[in-house]
């Protein structure tokens, strides 16, 4: 039998059997007793407020709690654009907890930055603290040992695993494909929110997972992402929205997945061990910093704005089995609106630029009004994204996106100056520690690795296309929006089909002028040319040859599939040494901007290859990218 066709009956095989493989009653029983008898349950503290350290956030939310009214909420807000704070923010609040801290998210590695918090939360656990972690099984605590033992840290700790596929911790690349095959729906649905909530009373949304790539700890490929950090009413919202989450039916205990289950039955228990980390200068500086009030003080508390309107928003869990009840799809339906309501500007920062349907049509209503407002998008180029196949789509509706939505389109470089810049300190990590003063506002930090069917992200797995240039490289993970300078939105929804239809997804919309001002200046520093090139039309400079060439382009972009012709409406230009920036729409465009290829910075390598047959085979694959 051929290597092919073994491949084919091992699926069906998988496809035929597996959905039905649940854990027995019985064994679920056997291991539940295991965790409840050999759990650690000793405390290192016998206070009544747990040792919790000091914590001038926990106050500041404190006291914002303290002061709101039914009528009149007051929050404090903080933007975390700044990586290093947000990863001394967790920590911070982690230590600061009386009570609870709840944790959810969709990725969580056993690399440095995931080792640190899990460790942190532990601690936390053993000194009386409740702590529950919600984790997106597809790409979290991908190792059922680490998994069992995690099981048995201590009988503070709980984790549970989101939709997991056939009952599993650990889904082999089998099982994966069989679950495209057998149950489609329910495989692609994920749960997208990020959220770390201490006491009810503050916590942190936005972009950001843990894996060292959110925070700037890898070496080779960072994400520049953000987060928000709220006290007061809205907090609240949040720990209801966990709650939801985590006693839904797809909240799976661990002792119900039959990888963790057989080893809680059958290994014996280990003592939690002690992290070993790959580069422990960094994680004793972030350690040290969340103690430091100074530290503290300059980088997280003088930031913060105290302001009334903040409200947190999330989809309900496993939106796609009831598609139609609005309520399900509450934070996808308000960003919508949100943006429908714009009337001078909307700016918008997504690493993926595929629009659904409805997207779509907003934008095209708004472009069609006497007086469009702007409309300025900040995005991946395929030199710094590591999702090519999404790229592809965004790739072949250029034109759309710039006539007919009238956006201006800024790509990320993979050596953008401004991140770069601001992680210059992470490669001393062998060396002296570096005194460092972030200022939030100044930078956009730390991606996460993308739900795709196409593709398996993680780790080393999913590296972005081989470049022609050198150097450590970073990509955009952010997914933020300002609209008329008034009201400003920082979540997980990127905009994309994916997060309208398939992903449940969270954010907090900030109804403040100042704080859209922050992150519009965040956002618009992503823009600069050291750290962007711009997509604008291509000059025609032969007027028969040129004229051909964008009649047949255009045919081809409309044609659902064979979408070969390589000379597109648009490209990607750079700033000439000498002139300031313009916008595309400037007549003087042209003399201050040299093109410089659909795809800059980019080698010629399979992922290219990929990048073009994706454009030109891949547009039914919208919803699933």
């Given at each position: 039998m051929s290597l092919r066709w073994s491949w084919v009956l091992l699926l069906l095989l998988a496809t035929a059997l597996l959905p039905g493989c649940t854990v027995s009653k019985a064994n679920i029983r056997r291991a539940d007793a295991v965790v409840a008898a050999q759990a650690d349950r000793q405390l290192d503290c016998t206070g009544d407020d747990h040792c919790a350290q000091a914590s001038p956030l926990m106050d500041a939310a404190t006291k914002a709690l303290a002061d709101s009214t039914e009528t009149q909420p007051v929050h404090v807000v903080t933007l975390l654009s700044d990586s290093e704070a947000a990863m001394v923010a967790r920590i911070n609040l982690i230590r600061a907890a009386r009570q609870s801290i709840d944790v959810q998210t969709y990725i969580w590695d056993q690399d440095?930055?995931?080792?640190?918090?899990?460790?942190?939360?532990?601690?936390?656990?053993?000194?009386?603290?409740?702590?529950?972690?919600?984790?997106?099984?597809?790409?979290?605590?991908?190792?059922?040992?680490?998994?069992?033992?995690?099981?048995?840290?201590?009988?503070?700790?709980?984790?549970?695993?989101?939709?997991?596929?056939?009952?599993?911790?650990?889904?082999?690349?089998?099982?994966?494909?069989?679950?495209?095959?057998?149950?489609?729906?329910?495989?692609?649905?994920?749960?997208?929110?990020?959220?770390?909530?201490?006491?009810?009373?503050?916590?942190?949304?936005?972009?950001?997972?843990?894996?060292?790539?959110?925070?700037?700890?890898?070496?080779?490929?960072?994400?520049?992402?953000?987060?928000?950090?709220?006290?007061?009413?809205?907090?609240?919202?949040?720990?209801?929205?966990?709650?939801?989450?985590?006693k839904h039916k797809r909240a799976v205990r661990l002792t119900h997945l039959r990888d963790v289950n057989r080893l809680l039955l059958s290994t014996p228990m280990q003592p939690w061990p002690t992290p070993t980390y790959i580069h422990p200068e960094r994680v004793a500086r972030v350690q040290e910093e969340a103690d430091d009030a100074e530290w503290l003080d300059d980088n997280l508390v003088s930031d913060s704005l105290r302001t009334s309107r903040v409200e947190f928003f999330s989809d309900l869990p496993a939106k796609t089995a009831q598609p139609q009840k609005r309520d399900a799809r509450e934070f996808t339906a308000h960003v919508m609106r949100m943006v429908g309501s714009a009337k001078q500007e909307v700016v918008l920062q997504t690493p993926y630029l595929v629009m659904s349907s409805r997207a779509r049509r907003i934008f095209e209503r708004l472009h069609k009004q006497e007086a469009p407002p702007r409309i300025v998008v900040s995005t991946n180029s395929l030199a710094s994204t590591d999702a090519f196949a999404v790229y592809a789509l965004s790739y072949k509706h250029r034109k759309r996106y710039l006539k007919d939505y009238g956006f201006e389109i800024y790509e990320m470089k993979p050596h953008a100056a401004g991140p770069a810049e601001d992680n210059a300190f992470a490669s001393a990590d062998d060396g002296p520690v570096i005194e460092r003063k972030p200022t939030n506002i100044k930078r956009v930090a730390g991606t996460e690795t993308r739900s795709s069917l196409s593709i398996r992200r993680g780790g080393k797995r999913n590296r972005p296309v081989p470049l022609v240039s050198a150097g450590r490289r970073f990509g955009l993970h952010a997914k933020s929006i300002v609209v008329d300078d008034s009201f400003a939105m920082v979540g997980s929804?990127?905009?994309?089909?994916?997060?309208?239809?398939?992903?449940?997804?969270?954010?907090?919309?900030?109804?403040?002028?100042?704080?859209?001002?922050?992150?519009?200046?965040?956002?618009?520093?992503?823009?600069?040319?050291?750290?962007?090139?711009?997509?604008?039309?291509r000059q025609r400079s032969i007027p028969l040859l040129s004229d051909l060439s964008a009649a047949i382009g255009d045919i081809s972009a409309s044609l659902p599939l064979f979408d070969f012709w390589p000379y597109r409406y648009a490209t990607s230009y750079e700033l000439d040494a000498g002139c300031s920036p313009m916008r595309p729409s400037d007549p003087n465009f042209f003399s201050c901007y040299t093109p410089v290829g659909d795809f800059p910075d980019v080698a010629i390598s399979s992922k290219l290859v990929y990048t073009r047959l994706i454009t030109a085979f891949g547009s039914g694959a919208n919803g699933i990218l």
């Open positions: 440095d930055a995931g080792q640190l918090i899990l460790d942190e939360l532990i601690k936390a656990a053993r000194r009386g603290v409740k702590v529950r972690v919600l984790a997106d099984q597809l790409f979290s605590f991908n190792d059922a040992t680490w998994l069992d033992r995690i099981a048995r840290a201590h009988t503070n700790l709980e984790v549970r695993l989101y939709n997991p596929t056939f009952h599993e911790a650990q889904t082999s690349p089998v099982e994966f494909a069989a679950g495209i095959v057998c149950c489609f729906f329910k495989f692609n649905q994920r749960m997208h929110n990020k959220v770390l909530l201490v006491d009810n009373r503050i916590g942190i949304t936005g972009g950001r997972n843990y894996q060292d790539r959110y925070f700037d700890w890898d070496n080779d490929f960072d994400y520049v992402d953000r987060d928000v950090m709220v006290g007061g009413p809205a907090a609240q919202a949040m720990g209801a929205s966990f709650e939801l989450f985590w929804h990127n905009f994309d089909p994916r997060s309208d239809h398939y992903n449940t997804e969270a954010g907090v919309i900030v109804y403040d002028a100042d704080f859209a001002q922050q992150l519009r200046d965040a956002i618009m520093r992503e823009t600069q040319p050291e750290n962007a090139w711009v997509v604008a039309p």
